[in-house]
């Protein structure tokens, strides 16, 4: 059960667009379309933000956006927001019937 | 509202054990897939357990033949039971329900304090 890959740091400017990167293996990632990402301000509890790849839970805004290419998944989030600065993680299931998280990226938003 | 309540962390010391409960409301329980998944302080994520609605369950690595996941539907009540706790197992534990494979609502979270 490795930790999903992704890095420790990504900044961008407010209005500007940026993405995270989550890579995985045909495992977990590459196989199934049980990808999520979460939102984790300091101090909170983390927010969904993105599951099944590419869907928004109701009320997550339409500036955050996931896809999918192989063994890696991206988040993208448009017109950066000062808000938006978080830790990100991704998650997936796993063929082991076991879900596994990456070890976060922190966004910060100049 | 939806909503879900730990409660049974706290102080204990390497081997001992722990029972952890998460009460929830506000959607139907006995239909939902349930997590636990941890968080140690200034880290990330850990996923820990998951009981389905048809109660299977299936651990990670790092606790599968120490900790045991339960559910009681009556109760809408979801349980871990820890036993043989190291320093390593020192969190912030969060229930959560399930939506699609993914961690769609969290609790506030219980600490577990592993330490002599």
């Known amino acids: ?29 590459g196989y199934y379309k049980y ?16 599951y099944d790849v590419t869907t928004r839970p109701s009320g997550v805004s339409y500036r955050f956006s996931g896809s999918k290419s192989g063994i890696t998944a991206s988040l993208t989030i448009s017109g950066l927001q000062p808000e938006d600065e978080a830790l990100y993680y991704c998650s997936s299931y796993t063929r082991s019937n076991t879900w596994v998280f990456g070890g976060g990226t922190k966004l910060t938003v100049l | 509202e939806v909503q879900l309540v730990e409660s049974g962390g706290g102080f204990v010391q390497p081997g001992g054990s722990l029972r952890l409960s998460c009460a929830a409301s506000g959607f139907a329980f006995s239909r939902s897939d349930m997590h636990w998944v941890r968080q ?51 969190a912030v534990y ?23």
């Open chain 1, 35 to 50: 990808v999520s990402w979460y939102q984790q301000h300091p101090g909170k509890v983390p927010k969904l933000i993105i």
């Open chain 2, 40 to 90: 140690p302080t200034g880290k990330g994520l850990e996923w820990v357990s998951v009981i389905g609605a048809a109660q299977d369950t299936y651990y990670s690595d790092s606790v599968r033949g120490r900790f045991a996941v339960s559910r009681d539907n009556a109760r809408n009540s979801l349980y871990l039971q820890m036993d043989s706790l190291t320093v390593g197992d020192t």
């Open chain 2, 94 to 116: 969060y229930c959560i329900k399930d939506l699609e494979g993914a961690f769609e609502i969290w609790g506030q979270g219980t600490t577990v304090t592993v330490s002599s």
């Open chain 1, 1 to 29: 059960q490795s930790a999903l890959t992704q890095p420790p740091s990504v900044s961008g400017s407010p209005g500007q667009s940026i993405t995270i990167s989550c890579t995985g293996t045909s495992s977990d990632v």
